[in-house]
């Protein structure tokens, strides 16, 4: 009803409060507070979006076992400005569950529905059967040919994929981009590398598993990484050994996941050298042995660098100390050590649990090792055939002489096996290694032939077989575990030809095996598998194809047949028992050493399996080993002759005038080879000159 005058009256009865802002914190400061039902219903609003930070979506959704230090790595790359990571967490905490567990994150958090999952060859069925078990992912198996038929449907409004390749097969060839190779490992390199810059990546997620043969940042397999990782919206790297030999390994990784802050070299260099107070600051942060007053005089020893601004962090750090009155806790020592990790930017992109931070694991380590000697005939095999390898080296290019530690490896390894396959005239030195780089392995068919000649004597090959001490030592030490109720035994060796031969022998004797190595084309976990659930199979033979990635928890004893030259690759070994998931109180790892120059052998033996006593450490040492001369005052690369006998050329005298100054001067260059290639864990490992690493490897396996 209106009056005229422009207002317009209403009956009282039709009135209704007007609505008016509400400012949420005065309501709090009131007492005025909302209904439980709206709050309730407003909690679930914001969980369901998934943009929650302190709230992990994984947990509890997974048919996993919980253990709090696998859930680091999903938390971190949340937060990583990159939105890559490397876990180099070390061997047997469950990288693979870890990744899995990012996977289901991004799923919950973001709809992620692309996955890509590059591994070995070996590997890959085991991932398959891990993240449709633990994860409900159905994925894939697919060749190159597989991989860019999906990404092409996909394009076209698919409805996602979750796939795993073995590198070998999506590697790209060598002339992949200049369109005349029309493979499809060339066109899939193609088309990712296309697909550089465009609005959607391709991938919402990529994993390399084993990363660390991507190290080389020359090889074709690191491009193919850098080339997917570009197209990428999340990266994973997963390796317990990112630092294979070099610091330089480390930053090729890093380069993939965070290519901003890691191409650059010398950036690189000065950010480890203004990280080093961070990672001392927290090591003692979390080592309860170091006293309060010696962490707070480490603490104030680190400021703000060129590359690392963390003014504003170490402020915080400062009010956190001061908060707290200077009191020592195990709360605030990992408030503090939780501080330093996040001011570090290696922080940000790399993940790195220890075994001896875990509670979860107490599983405890026996180590030791085995003599075993030579008998006289043996001896004088190995002495010929040393003779041959060095007077091989001393007439070809020095370039060359580092590789032939190979033959050497192989007689160290097994004497008969090296005899039959040489005398046989095979090819190569047969070393079982998945993923090197194929430019690493050079033809040597004139070293080859040499040692052909010499072991073409059946009866040669008969005696040294009949003869053979080391397999002796390796039944006393099966028996020894018989004995004492460890019925399943691992037995690695480096060599398909040490395998072989080990395989006939053992079933010679009565032995009931499992073979695997890379000759053999049956998934590994299907042989895995044969062997865990065979009460009648009592040892499985392997070689490093069963070294990386795979479960074998249900065992507890493992034989070293021969030793890997890298350590790492002995911790690898050991991380397929001692690992999450073993029952076992204690687990035993034995190595066969020989005597002959006791000392050097035993002692090299013990650096690479120091056991880790009570807190479980591992410590991975090698160490320096100097040049000796194969003979009293004989020159450095003198080739040792038999008695009597003077090799052809009358090369039983030093190197003088311009051919003993090249020898010298390549020698210089190997041997600064050695030293730039081979730092790792801390400490150097010098190959040393040719004639001194055969005698050394003859007698540290």
Request: with cysteine; aromatic share 6%; glycine share 8%.
């Amino acid at each position: 009803m209106a009056d005229g005058s422009g207002c317009q009256k209403f009956p009282e009865s039709q009135l209704v409060a007007g609505a008016r802002e509400v400012d949420p914190l005065e309501e709090l400061r009131a007492g005025r507070f909302t209904d439980p039902d709206r709050l309730r219903r407003s909690l679930l609003h914001h969980r369901l979006t998934g943009r929650l930070r302190d709230i992990i979506y994984s947990m509890d959704v997974t048919d996993t076992d919980f253990h709090a230090y696998q859930f680091k790595p999903v938390v971190k790359l949340l937060s990583s400005p990159s939105q890559g990571l490397l876990i180099a967490d070390e061997v047997g905490l469950g990288k693979t569950i870890e990744a899995g567990l990012v996977w289901t994150e991004l799923v919950a958090r973001f709809d992620a529905s692309r996955l890509l999952v590059v591994c070995p060859k070996s590997l890959t069925e085991k991932w398959r059967l891990e993240l449709w078990h633990k994860f409900s992912v159905d994925a894939k198996i697919v060749s190159a040919g597989e991989l860019l038929d999906h990404l092409k449907r996909d394009g076209e409004g698919g409805d996602g994929f979750a796939l795993i390749a073995s590198i070998s097969a999506i590697r790209p060839p060598k002339d992949w981009d200049d369109g005349t190779d029309d493979s499809d490992r060339a066109r899939l390199c193609r088309y990712i590398a296309d697909a550089e810059g465009l609005a959607r990546p391709l991938f919402d997620c990529v994993i390399f598993d084993e990363a660390h043969h991507l190290r080389n940042s020359s090889t074709l397999a690191h491009a193919f990484a850098r080339a997917a990782m570009l197209v990428s919206d999340y990266k994973l790297l997963l390796s317990a050994t990112p630092i294979n030999l070099r610091s330089e390994d480390l930053r090729n990784l890093l380069s993939l996941v965070d290519p901003d802050s890691f191409d650059n070299a010398f950036a690189f260099t000065a950010i480890n050298d203004e990280n080093k107070p961070l990672v001392r600051a927290r090591d003692l942060a979390l080592d309860p042995q170091t006293g309060f007053a010696e962490l707070l005089n480490e603490l104030s020893g680190i400021s703000s660098g060129v590359m690392l601004r963390i003014d504003r962090q170490l402020d915080n750090l400062k009010r956190e100390l001061a908060a707290s009155g200077l009191a020592d806790s195990k709360d605030l020592r990992m408030k503090i050590a939780a501080m330093l990790e996040e001011m570090s930017l290696l922080g940000s992109v790399v993940n790195r649990t220890r075994r001896r931070d875990v509670n979860d694991l107490q599983v405890k380590r026996e180590v030791d090792h085995m003599p075993w000697t030579m008998t006289a005939g043996e001896r004088a095999f190995y002495d010929a055939a040393s003779d041959i390898v060095r007077q091989h080296a001393f007439e070809i290019a020095a370039s060359e002489r580092f590789l032939l530690a190979t033959p050497q490896r192989l007689i160290a390894s097994s004497l008969a096996a090296a005899c039959r396959h040489w005398g046989n005239k095979a090819e190569g030195f047969s070393e079982d290694e998945e993923g090197d780089d194929s430019a690493s392995r050079r033809s040597t068919g004139p070293l080859i032939a040499k040692l052909a000649r010499l072991c073409a004597s059946r009866e040669l090959q008969a005696e040294l077989a009949a003869a053979d001490t080391k397999l002796r030592t390796l039944l006393g030490a099966i028996r020894e575990h018989d004995a004492r109720g460890d019925h399943k035994v691992i037995v690695f060796s480096s060599f398909r030809t040490t395998l072989d031969y080990l395989a006939e022998k053992l079933r010679e004797n009565g032995i009931a095996i499992e073979v695997m190595h890379g000759g053999i084309k049956e998934e590994r976990t299907q042989i895995i598998a044969r062997f865990a659930d065979s009460e009648g199979l009592r040892v499985l033979l392997t070689s490093e194809v069963g070294g990386e990635g795979l479960d074998m928890q249900f065992c507890r004893s493992l034989i070293n047949y021969d030793l890997p030259w890298n350590p790492m690759k002995v911790e690898q070994r050991i991380g397929r028992i001692d690992r999450i998931g073993q029952k076992a109180e204690r687990i035993n790892v034995l190595s066969l050493i020989a005597t002959d120059k006791s000392r050097a052998g035993a002692r090299i033996g013990r650096d690479v399996h120091c056991t880790r006593g009570e807190d479980r450490k591992l410590v991975h040492r090698r160490r320096l080993w100097r040049a000796r001369s194969g003979q009293p005052g004989s020159g450095p690369w003198l080739a040792r002759t038999p008695p009597g006998q003077r090799p052809a050329g009358g090369r039983d005298q030093p190197c003088r005038g311009a051919e003993g100054t090249r020898a010298r001067e390549d020698r210089s260059h190997a041997e600064r080879e050695g030293h730039k290639h081979h730092c790792g864990g801390g400490r150097l490992i010098c190959p040393g000159n040719f004639p001194v690493r055969e005698k050394l490897i003859g007698n540290t396996q």
